[in-house]
């Protein structure tokens, strides 16, 4: 178990040694540099050289990806441009939000479409099962920034039940912080449900046609024993798969609904950070991000073979 | 007390048509007032102070607590303003009126400035006011570890050096410059990077830099980064005795400010609307209706807003097209939808709420359609397309390229609208890579700076937009002169020039627009927009 | 019900067909024919409720919204419809290679391909298109390549699955070099896994470039887009909700239609999911 551990460890070493290659890269290809966005229209090319040494953008790229990386080795991200914070700071503050809303949203989403799947997966072919296939397509169809400005609408702007941006955490407000989360947690759960549901369907629907299920019914077994003690368990493994799969894309997706529900979230903060070409700030973000999927990935792996004995590590 | 000297575009009351929109407003700022009041930090700021606390919104806390420091942003630059002064402070005509010295001799040849200073100022910590101090901020300033952003306006490299400062007595101070210069005391009141007058106590012991200690009404009492910054007022502030003008004339600070940064304008609105901040900056398109507890305060800036031509493009390289392009369109009618009637169309690149304003700067192009066609003909224009870059992160700039876009077209030239992303469009507009542009310049406290950075040779600096060794001479002629009116005669003299060159339309000069809370008195605007907490009280 | 699951597949089926064929056909339609010009402003009629003179209303400049998501559909088509090209060309090139040469170049090339797939796809193509800047082509080269990994990864699947098949390793006894075995048995048999991949490839590449759109790094403005017009009227929803009513829901049927369609192919071609959708 350990030695794949740190065989499948090692293996992300290089996936991420690229990935920074690329982010660095990547945000310095794009036009402008922050020291003469920050000067706008001002004509004082002193200033600028003297801006661009204090950021450290005056020397050559290669040197300055080596003082990154060798920060970054030393756990030191490096300060923001623009804000003059340490990347890491801001990305502790930020982080807590993004998370917060796509953990609320894939735990609230696996409540309702774990059974779902499994109750669709029962009535294979039945009404029932129709309805929850078609609801969960068009579902899937309906684009979370979409569902989230008409949920604005509805409960901000409409019925005045919900704010219509913002964020408290909860160490400060408490229970009242809750009223922030709730549409945009809404607004993505929508889709996360139709995925999960389906996957759920699909595994739920190969293990019932196991023979191992029929023999249960024969034995006489409750079908509600049949489904939650011996489908359940066993159609979960390739769920889980694929809520890993969606836990990662949502961490990268947090900017748009971000963007639509004003909260202060890492999503927010890297697309404001490549607007103002805050170059420490998208570096660090996008390397936590790839470094968050790397991570769920393994997780997901190593949990996998609990629901599925027939893999040994 | 700030009537701004020229005719400015009038104070409007603002409304929405819509009664529901009022209605459903007020239950949001109650719902939203009720979130927030539940949801407050425990740091318990909220909770009512001793002195009254006045609340401004920024939109993003300042970097630094250093004047004019390289790594300032436009909200260092507004909350020291309260904090520090200079020998010398702008009034709202952009004027130069004294505040730490009372009185300067200039002396013939213009190369020594003799500063009579004020007497029993003090600093924030008690110390009293000396010639020393001024001597010692001076050379704290140039020195190259301080980070300071315009030492090149006292080094000789955009402005005269200063080649000795001297102190003969306690309340006098000799500047000896190498050449007369008509922009040495102005450069002393640039708010990016004022000659702050501070105590050294403002540093350690090693020189390093850790808070201001200046002689200015407001004390920087607390700074907590990201969140907020807290003046208190200066319990042993000398008040001059003129009226209050701009950042000069009397300040009698009444209240706490503390500046608080909220990102969002959206989230600054309700945050004002339930009581929670008392004033804030707005633009056109989020003003709230009209309501018995805030009022929108107007007035005008000194920002031009402009579409820039490249004169070095094939086409336009033609003063001919240039021209038909500033004839084709009724400039004033785009300007009074683009800014809401707020603001009027200002063909020079002088503001219009400048003392330096003068009848010649409000000659601007007449819309002559006939004259448009006569002129595409005898430049050969053929309907090429000409590309208008804009982008999404201004609103006006971006309503005034759609406007002129269609508006153009209509004319009979071929315009097409090229979006960008602001970061982008500042590396072009930096690099001359455009045909056309709508942009806005940042406020320059005199017109010598903003024609000094338009003018210039293109092909050694690309971000110059016109590019006239005549104007740029006219322009260096009067380095030296002091003179009100024999500079007002030099820019008016530019600007006919400019008119007849066509290197740009320069359109307007966007308006400051200020939320405040009825709460509130004594809240006035002027063109530099920089927040003014003295003589504000709040009930 | 015997005939039941059938039906109701054959029922998604047509649905989906006549909702994507809805789509295509206004994509073309609008080549020829909108009832206005959909960058055509009119200061008169700003923000105007839906009425017979504007079904779906108008906008911020008094542009009909039914003209600029007839003209939206052409956009997100294109768009999408090629980016699913350049990716299916590219992935399936760069996969199929990868997984018939095997060896040191295939474990290099995976683990390349892996380290883009830590990307997540939105933002790669978010990083492209700030580097290019907002252009319709931008849109279509960074969708594809954000997109190129997984296809890769299909084709490399299923090339790797077939290496050792014996017709394979038959036709490079004969004598027949590796780019000819390539082509013809290899890359036959990846075509049904990579439709059915395709078509859920096609929703998502439209939904992505509404989400660029969105967040202004699409197709720039003027040119009408449907995410486009949902940021456009994200301020005004408060006094003119038709302004994204109709684009988002525009954007809904849409994907509707193509998901539909797209299980529905999924049915036809995959033997293993015969007794489910």
Not at chain 1, 126 to 151: K, T
Not at chain 1, 234 to 243: D, E, K, Q, R, S
Not at chain 3, 258 to 267: K, P, Q
Request: hydrophobic share 45%.
């Amino acid at each position: 178990m350990l030695s794949y551990i740190i065989k499948r460890l090692s293996m992300a070493v290089p996936t991420v040694f690229i990935v920074t290659l690329l982010v660095f890269g990547m945000i310095r290809a794009i036009p402008g540099d922050p020291a003469s966005l920050m000067l706008g229209d001002l004509n004082d090319p002193a200033l600028l050289q003297q801006m661009r040494h204090s950021f450290g953008l005056d020397q050559s790229i290669p040197a300055q990806f080596v003082i990154w990386v060798s920060h970054l080795l030393s756990g030191d991200f490096g300060m923001s441009i623009v804000r003059h914070q340490p990347v890491l700071e801001l990305i502790r503050e930020t982080f807590p939000v993004t998370a917060e809303i796509v953990l609320a949203a894939t735990f609230l989403a696996c409540v309702i479409a774990i059974p779902a799947g499994l109750f669709a997966a029962w009535m294979q072919n039945r009404r029932g099962d129709l309805a929850v296939v078609m609801g969960s397509i068009m579902l899937v169809s309906i684009p979370s920034f979409w569902a989230g400005i008409l949920l604005i609408w509805l409960f901000g702007v409409k019925l005045h039940l919900l704010p219509t941006f913002g964020y408290q955490p909860f160490s400060q407000a408490g229970w009242a912080s809750l009223k922030y989360l709730v549409l945009p947690v809404i607004a993505v759960t929508l889709g996360e449900i139709a995925v999960v549901t389906r996957m759920m369907r699909a595994s739920s629907i190969e293990v019932l046609r196991l023979e191992y299920i029929a023999h249960a019914r024969a034995k006489g077994l409750s079908e509600r024993r049949v489904l939650l003690r011996h489908t359940l368990p066993n159609a979960f493994g390739p769920t889980l798969t694929v809520i890993g799969l969606v836990l990662g894309h949502l961490l990268a997706g947090g900017a748009v609904i971000e963007t639509v529900f004003t909260l202060p979230g890492m999503g927010r903060l890297l697309v404001e950070s490549i607007y103002s070409r805050d170059y420490p700030v998208v570096q660090g973000c996008l390397l936590v991000i790839a470094l968050l999927y790397v991570l769920t990935n393994l997780v997901v792996d190593l949990l996998y073979p609990i629901f599925d004995p027939r893999l040994k590590l | 007390m700030e009537i701004p000297v020229s005719p400015t575009p009038r104070l409007l009351a603002l409304r929405r048509v819509e009664n529901r929109w009022i209605h459903s407003m007020k239950r949001v700022a109650i719902a939203g007032a009720l979130a927030l009041t539940t949801a407050l930090p425990a740091t318990g700021w909220a909770a009512a102070p001793a002195l009254p606390e006045i609340r401004f919104a920024i939109n993003t806390d300042t970097t630094t607590s250093m004047p004019g420091n390289v790594l300032r942003n436009t909200f260092t630059d507004e909350i020291l303003a309260n904090v520090i002064e200079s020998l010398v402070a702008l009034k709202s005509d952009l004027s130069v009126a004294p505040m730490l010295a009372d009185s300067w001799d200039i002396s013939p040849d213009g190369k020594q400035y003799t500063f009579h200073l004020r007497h029993g100022v003090l600093f924030h910590d008690g110390t009293p006011f000396t010639s020393a101090d001024v001597k010692w901020s001076f050379d704290f300033f140039m020195k190259p570890q301080s980070g300071y952003v315009c030492r090149g306006n006292y080094d000789g490299h955009r402005g005269p050096k200063v080649l000795a400062v001297t102190t003969p007595d306690p309340h006098t101070v000799v500047f000896d410059l190498d050449r007369p210069s008509a922009l040495f005391l102005t450069h002393m009141t640039e708010p990016r990077c004022p000659l702050a007058i501070l105590s050294h106590a403002s540093v350690d012991k090693n020189g390093a830099w850790l808070k201001p200690v200046g002689t200015g009404p407001f004390v920087f009492s607390e700074w907590k980064q990201g969140q907020y910054v807290l003046l208190k007022p200066f319990a042993q502030y000398q008040s001059r005795t003129e009226a209050p003008s701009g950042l000069a004339g009397a300040k009698h600070p009444q209240a706490d400010v503390r500046f608080v940064a909220i990102p969002d304008e959206a989230a600054q609105v309700s945050a004002l609307m339930s009581g929670q901040i008392d004033v804030m900056n707005i633009s056109e398109n989020n003003l709230p209706p009209a309501d018995p507890h805030w009022h929108v305060i107007v007035g005008p800036g000194a920002d031009p807003a402009a579409m820039l031509m490249q004169t070095r493009d094939p086409l336009l390289a033609d003063v001919r097209i240039r021209r038909a392009i500033a004839l084709a369109v009724d400039l004033p009618g785009v300007v009074n939808a683009v800014s809401g009637g707020m603001a009027r169309y200002n063909s020079s690149l002088t503001p219009d709420a400048e003392a330096f304003y003068t009848a010649g700067d409000a000659v601007g192009y007449k819309q002559n359609l006939p004259e448009v066609k006569r002129l595409l003909a005898a430049a050969g224009y053929a309907g090429q397309t000409l590309t208008l870059e804009t982008n999404r992160r201004y609103p006006h700039m971006y309503s005034t390229a759609v406007y002129m876009q269609s508006l153009l077209s209509q004319a009979g030239i071929n315009a097409k609208l090229q979006v960008v992303e602001w970061g982008t469009q500042v590396n072009d507009f930096r690099s001359g890579h455009f045909q056309l542009m709508s942009f806005g310049y940042s406020a320059r406290i005199e017109p010598a700076l903003m024609y000094g950075d338009v003018l210039g040779d293109k092909s050694k600096n690309p971000m110059v937009q016109w590019d006239n060794p005549k104007a740029r001479a006219l322009l260096r002629s009067i380095d030296g002169v002091s003179d009100p009116s024999a500079r007002k005669q030099v820019f008016q003299q530019l600007h006919q020039m400019m008119m007849d060159d066509v290197p740009m339309i320069v359109l307007y000069d966007s308006p400051d627009l200020t939320l405040v809370s009825n709460r509130l008195q004594g809240v006035t605007t002027w063109p530099l927009r920089l927040k003014r907490f003295s003589n504000v009280t709040k009930n | 019900m015997p005939s039941s699951p059938k039906r109701a597949r054959r029922a998604n089926l047509v649905i989906g067909a006549v909702l994507v064929g809805l789509l295509l056909l206004i994509a073309v339609v609008n080549l020829v024919y909108t009832p206005y010009g959909p960058l055509d402003v009119n200061i008169h009629a700003r923000y105007a409720p839906p009425s017979l003179h504007h079904w779906f209303g108008t906008d911020e400049f008094g542009r009909d919204i039914l003209s600029r998501i007839m003209s939206g559909a052409g956009v997100s088509t294109t768009v999408s419809v090629c980016s699913v090209l350049f990716a299916l060309l590219a992935g399936t090139s760069i996969g199929a290679v990868c997984g018939y040469a095997g060896g040191w170049f295939d474990r290099l090339a995976a683990m390349l391909i892996d380290a883009l797939m830590a990307f997540p796809g939105l933002l790669l193509a978010l990083g492209i298109m700030t580097v290019v800047g907002p252009s319709k082509w931008g849109v279509v080269v960074a969708l594809g390549l954000a997109y190129t990994p997984s296809v890769s990864r299909i084709a490399r699947g299923a090339a790797l699955s077939l290496r050792q098949r014996d017709f394979v390793v038959a036709s490079r006894t004969m004598g027949n070099s590796g780019a000819w075995t390539l082509l013809r048995h290899v890359l036959p048999h990846c075509v049904a896994p990579l439709l059915v991949f395709s078509t859920s490839l096609f929703g998502s590449a439209l939904l992505a470039e509404s989400a660029l759109s969105f967040l202004g790094l699409g197709v720039p403005a003027p040119e009408p887009t449907w995410g486009g017009m949902l940021a456009d009227g994200r301020t005004a929803i408060d006094q003119a909700i038709w302004v994204v009513l109709f684009p988002g829901a525009a954007i809904s049927l849409a994907l509707f239609g193509i998901n539909l369609f797209g299980d529905g192919v999924r049915d036809l071609l995959d033997p293993r999911m015969k007794g489910g959708m």
